[in-house]
């Protein structure tokens, strides 16, 4: 069965400071790995994507097959980052479950 | 573009009442989702129907139903609400037939169940 965990329910940074959201995740296929944001008052939307290899606002993530990782991570986060951030997993027949969440809180 | 609408926002019902809640996409997505976000757990998945026609069991399905009413809409059904409902609900829709391709959520609706 797909499982997704975050293990840290709370996040607390200062601004400027280096942020990293964790994510484990087990399958036994492939995976399509993705992280989501819900900020305050906001529909839950697609941060980003592991097949793109992307950065979107300072943020990155890479998938580890070995270590069944998808880590989060910024190197200077911002106030406006403050939000819940979901990771994600996609599986064969379009089965899409998510972590627990990292409610993330960035201060000045 | 509407997107992935979800109506009523807000709904109170006594313990027992029924209701339904509706979803529809106009993007012409295959695949729609029903979720449950609760404090500390995250989001749940309730049911998920990968394509018209097509409905599963997520991981908490017990006290509701679904129909995947045609490509647009899919409902969620509580037929008799309990305390434990209590929740805000979100639908998703995405595309399925493309690798990576992401899900596009409704605003939720929050219930409340007294």
């Known amino acids: 069965a797909q499982r997704v965990t975050q293990p840290e329910k709370l996040l607390s940074v200062f601004k400027g400071a280096p942020v990293e959201l964790k994510c484990n995740y087990s399958?036994?296929?492939?995976?399509?790995l993705f992280w989501y944001v819900q900020y305050s008052r906001q529909r839950l939307q697609l941060l980003l994507r592991?097949?793109s290899r992307e950065s979107i606002k300072g943020f990155t993530a890479d998938l580890n097959k070995g270590e069944t990782s998808f880590h989060l991570k910024k190197p200077f986060a911002q106030e406006e980052d403050s939000a819940m951030y979901y990771c994600?997993?996609?599986?064969?027949?379009?089965?899409?479950?998510f972590g627990e969440g990292t409610q993330l809180t960035v201060n000045p | 573009n509407a997107g992935v609408t979800q109506t009523p926002k807000f709904q109170v019902l006594k313990t027992g009442q029924s209701m339904t809640l509706q979803c529809a996409q106009d993007?012409?997505?295959?695949?729609m989702y029903w979720y449950r976000q609760d404090p500390g757990m995250g989001l749940r998945l309730i049911y998920y129907?990968?394509?018209?026609?097509?409905?599963d069991k997520g991981e908490v399905p017990n006290g509701y139903n679904v129909s995947r009413l045609n490509k647009r809409e899919f409902s969620l059904r509580l037929e008799s609400a309990a305390p434990s409902q209590t929740s805000v609900y979100f639908c998703a829709s995405s595309y399925r037939g493309l690798m990576n391709t992401e899900a596009f959520f409704g605003q939720g609706t929050r219930l409340t169940v007294v």
């Open positions: 129907s990968a394509s018209e026609g097509t409905t």
């Open positions: 399958y036994s296929g492939s995976p399509e």
């Open positions: 592991h097949i």
């Open positions: 993007m012409n997505h295959n695949s």
């Open positions: 994600a997993l996609k599986t064969s027949g379009s089965r899409l479950t």
